[in-house]
């Protein structure tokens, strides 16, 4: 239990959007994916995901790990099949935000979503690292109030909203380790992330890697600031976290692409460099193959689900 302490005390917890989705036609996105983690409480109709379209019940939450690519129909009846690309571009054809009274009061098939961040030390994506499937909570007493106090809060403007949003995002997040805790979901990746918390070198190597994204992140530094040889530090962090450096850093990088695009006016080239790209044509080949659609669309999109 000391781990999952450390674990949940080294979290940084962002609160990015929520909204209320009206469903207005039946989709099926055959390769969704966010950047952030998405938790979906359904409150009318049908949402199912996965190869074998699990299937999330009223009042379920959907919990969707950042940068795991999967299927999900949302909506009854007979579906559209579209790539995530395709969606993007039309979804103001098949979601409608609604307001918070108007769903309380109108019999539609809808359900609310909640995006955040929870990263390791502010460096590693938590549940990404953790490579989970996307899973469902069912009838959680803590889980469910704390997205209706977020969402509320939301679209607020009394005093300190932010504020509230900031607590109760964090106090979800906890709710959700929880669960995988009491339930013994995900054990052997729980266990092995823990050794996040148990060498000190591999946090620096974590830290250089975040504020260096633009620099020169090739073995030979990263070994230098672990104190490792050249040789070693490709072995030595796949043994402690199960991914390559290279592979993690490109994932670093294109996560803070991702997050420029939405929060910056800076040109793709720009950002392309920023992130550690000299070459603004092999940047854009690389987001493309990572995300399944173009830099550009993912700047006019700003969040899968914000319409």
């Known amino acids: ?84 690309d395709d969606f993007i571009s039309r979804k103001e054809n098949y979601f409608k935000s609604i307001a918070l009274a108007d769903l ?32 469902v909570i069912r009838n959680n007493p803590k889980i469910n109030p704390a997205v209706a106090t977020i969402i509320e809060e939301n679209s607020s403007s009394l005093a300190g909203h932010e504020r509230i949003i900031k607590l109760i995002t964090d106090h979800m997040v906890v709710e959700i380790i929880r669960y995988v805790i009491k339930n013994q979901l995900f054990v052997e990746q729980l266990a092995t992330n823990s050794t996040y918390f148990k060498d000190p070198r591999l946090i620096d190597i974590f830290a250089y890697i975040k504020e260096n994204l633009d620099g020169d992140l090739s073995n030979k530094n990263l070994a230098s600031v672990a104190n490792v040889s050249e040789d070693y530090v490709g072995q030595y962090f796949k043994m402690l976290t199960g991914i390559n450096p290279q592979d993690y ?43 399944g659609i173009p830099a550009g669309k993912m700047r006019r999109r700003e969040s899968l689900m914000n319409v």
């Open 104 to 135: 309380e009061t109108e019999n539609v098939e809808s359900f609310t979503y909640v995006n955040f961040d929870a990263k390791v030390f502010d460096s590693v994506n938590f549940f990404a690292s953790l490579d989970i499937p996307p899973f």
């Open 1 to 84: 239990m000391e781990d999952y302490n450390k674990i949940i005390e080294s979290l940084n917890v962002h609160f990015k959007k929520a909204n209320n989705i009206r469903i207005i036609q039946p989709i099926t996105i055959e390769n969704y994916y966010d950047v952030e983690n998405t938790v979906i409480r359904l409150n009318n109709g049908e949402i199912s995901f996965g190869k074998e379209k699990e299937t999330v019940k009223k009042g379920d939450v959907l919990f969707i790990p950042g940068g795991k690519n999967i299927s999900v129909t949302f909506g009854s009846g007979n579906a559209i099949s579209l790539s995530n």
């Open 249 to 291: 850093i490109e994932y670093q990088r294109m996560e803070r692409a991702v997050s420029l695009l939405r929060t910056s006016k800076k040109s793709i080239r720009e950002i392309g460099s920023d992130v550690g790209y000299k070459d603004t044509a092999y940047f854009c080949r690389r987001f493309k193959m990572m995300f």
